[in-house]
C-alpha cells in the first residue's frame, strides 16, 4: 500500500496533482471524483487535477501493523540503527531492501509505504 496517513486515517496515492500549485492530492470524502490537495488545502473536482508524471517517485518510509497484527491500530516503522525510522529514496529502494532481508512478495501487501516529505535528506 502507498499513500499517507492524514489524521490518522490513511490515504492511498491516487497518481493525480493539483492543477494550481502541482502538489499530489488525496481522495476526499471517499468519492472519486472529488480530492483535496494538502498543500494548498483546497477540495478538488477530478477535472481540477492533472495526472501525476509517471516519473514521479517521493520519499517513503515503511511500516506495518504492530506485531504484524493486522487489527492492530499501532504502527511499527522499519528502523535505523539510532532507532529512527528509516526515510528511503522511493518505494522501489524499500521493496528491494525488504526482499533482500528475506519478505517475500506478499509480505509487501501488508505494508504501509508512507510518502514523506520530498525535501532532501541532511
Not at 471524483?33 to 494538502?38: D, G, K, R
Not at 508524471?53 to 517521493?58: A, G, I, L, Q, T
Given at each position: 500500500?502507498?499513500?499517507?496517513?492524514?489524521k490518522q486515517e490513511w490515504h492511498d496515492t491516487t497518481g493525480r496533482i493539483c492543477g494550481k500549485c502541482k502538489s499530489?492530492?488525496?481522495r476526499s470524502g471517499g468519492?472519486?471524483?472529488?480530492?483535496?490537495?494538502?498543500n494548498c488545502g483546497k477540495v478538488l473536482k477530478k477535472f481540477e487535477t492533472e495526472d501525476q508524471?509517471?516519473?514521479?517517485?517521493?520519499r517513503i518510509t515503511v511500516a506495518r501493523r504492530a506485531g504484524g497484527i493486522t487489527i492492530n491500530?499501532?504502527?511499527e516503522?522499519?528502523?535505523?540503527?539510532?532507532?529512527?525510522?528509516?526515510?528511503?529514496?522511493?518505494?522501489?529502494?524499500?521493496?528491494?531492501?525488504?526482499?533482500?532481508?528475506?519478505?517475500?512478495?506478499?509480505d509487501l501487501g501488508h505494508m504501509y509505504f508512507i510518502e514523506v516529505d520530498n525535501e532532501p535528506k541532511t
Open positions: 500500500m502507498s499513500g499517507i496517513f492524514i499530489p492530492v488525496w468519492s472519486e471524483e472529488s480530492f483535496q490537495c494538502l508524471d509517471p516519473s514521479y517517485r517521493p491500530t499501532a504502527l516503522f522499519l528502523l535505523d540503527d539510532n532507532e529512527n525510522p528509516i526515510v528511503f529514496e522511493s518505494q522501489s529502494d524499500a521493496e528491494k531492501l525488504l526482499l533482500d532481508a528475506g519478505y517475500e512478495s506478499e
